[in-house]
């Protein structure tokens, strides 16, 4: 088919595949002066960071659906215990707040 005959048309992109374009190119590393450990360690951190990384170590190998939920817990109670300590770190950080023990 000649290109005349059939036009190309635009294709309607879904708010999903511009949010996975996104992610993808948050993790593209530009190469500067042929740096290309820099760039790697760069890489490496956003991926890490991403937590990309770590899923790929956990494919590698097939995991339980036990052990499954047990890792899922445990990140769960992490993820719950982190943000807690996070809020009262801020909360304790404050400038503004009263003193709690008034008078001592």
């Known amino acids: 088919p000649s290109p005349s005959r059939f036009p190309r048309t635009p294709l309607p992109v879904s708010a999903a595949a511009m949010a996975a374009h996104a992610r993808w190119v948050a993790r593209t590393v530009m190469v500067q002066n042929r740096n290309l450990e820099a760039a790697e360690r760069r890489l490496s951190r ?11 170590k956990r494919r590698r190998y097939f995991e339980k659906p036990c052990r499954k939920r047990i890792r899922e817990n445990y990140e769960n109670c992490r993820r719950i215990y982190n943000t807690e300590m996070a809020r009262k770190l801020a909360f304790l950080s404050r400038k503004s707040r009263q003193d709690p023990w008034l008078g001592c």
């Open 46 to 56: 956003i991926l890490s960071i991403d937590g990309i990384i770590d899923e790929a």
